[in-house]
């Protein structure tokens, strides 16, 4: 039974699905009712916020025209199953007093397997918020296996992507709850993960409470490193009284987005250095691959 769950890694939900459109039995995959009673949540779910306003929308629409996408289940016992997809309709089929479901019922031996799909199926939805989406892919990473090609192959994204993404999970956790919560956007995240966790914080409330752009942040985080307050490794030792050209200050601003991670151009008469900060060897790969592409 573990090979079919194989076969559809990374296909999408949709594969999963359409391959069975009238109920009907194939190598132990069902579309069947299954009582809502005897399904359990899914213990590989990457989302940890259930946002209660869209259930309650859910719940109408439910209510109003049934479930228009069956959930996916794997079968562990002859009345058990685990979720592998759908949570919020099986939530909000709950809060509407279903009995039933409809729903895709696969036999899948192996945990690993299972977690696979499970995590890059949930992946896939949109409506993951950065950090579930980026925690998603960690849990791939040193639960399944994977390495980041093999996740961008999978979800259908650059490896760059996966990269930046596992990335956020460096940000101190006050910042990591404040982009859950849509306090902060993603272009936040990106300009705050350069600095050290102290800098990161002290930008990032700011950012909160003065509800600045990600422009805005980008030139508080400028401006922040050419007075010599830390980027990660960046240059501690300059003064404010030495202030940098503001060319090369736009320069280092514009590659920072372009690689987002510290940046420092030092100039000096006719010669100079670029530096570009890499924190790990995954890092350095990905900016690899943004500078020979």
Not at 80 to 101: C, D, N, P, S, V
């Amino acid at each position: 039974m573990a090979k079919r769950g194989r076969e559809v890694l990374g296909k999408g939900i949709h594969a999963l699905i359409a391959e069975y459109p009238q109920g009907v039995e194939e190598s132990g995959t069902q579309l069947l009712e299954v009582p809502i009673t005897d399904i359990e949540p899914n213990p590989y779910q990457p989302r940890r916020e259930f946002d209660d306003e869209a259930l309650a929308e859910l719940e109408s629409s439910i209510r109003e025209k049934g479930i228009l996408q069956p959930v996916v289940l794997n079968r562990t016992a002859p009345n058990a199953y685990h979720l592998i997809a759908g949570e919020r309709r099986w939530r909000a089929a709950q809060r509407a007093g279903l009995e039933t479901i409809p729903a895709v019922v696969h036999e899948i031996d192996s945990p690993q397997e299972l977690m696979e799909l499970a995590l890059i199926e949930n992946i896939q939805r949109e409506d993951l918020n950065a950090i579930e989406e980026a925690e998603g892919y960690q849990a791939l990473i040193k639960s399944c296996m994977l390495t980041q090609e093999e996740i961008a192959q999978r979800v259908g994204k650059e490896r760059s992507t996966i990269a930046n993404a596992v990335r956020l999970l460096k940000l101190p956790k006050q910042l990591q709850i404040s982009l859950r919560a849509g306090e902060l956007q993603m272009g936040h995240a990106r300009a705050l993960v350069s600095l050290d966790e102290q800098s990161a914080l002290e930008l990032g409330r700011r950012c909160i409470k003065e509800q600045m752009t990600v422009r805005e942040l980008e030139k508080a985080v400028r401006t922040h490193s050419t007075d010599g307050k830390s980027t990660k490794g960046g240059d501690k030792g300059r003064s404010s009284g030495n202030r940098k050209d503001p060319t090369l200050t736009a320069l280092e601003d514009t590659l920072r987005r372009r690689f987002a991670t510290a940046v420092a151009i030092h100039h000096g008469g006719k010669k100079g250095r670029i530096e570009i900060e890499y924190y790990d060897d995954d890092d350095l790969e990905r900016i690899l691959e943004l500078l020979l592409d």
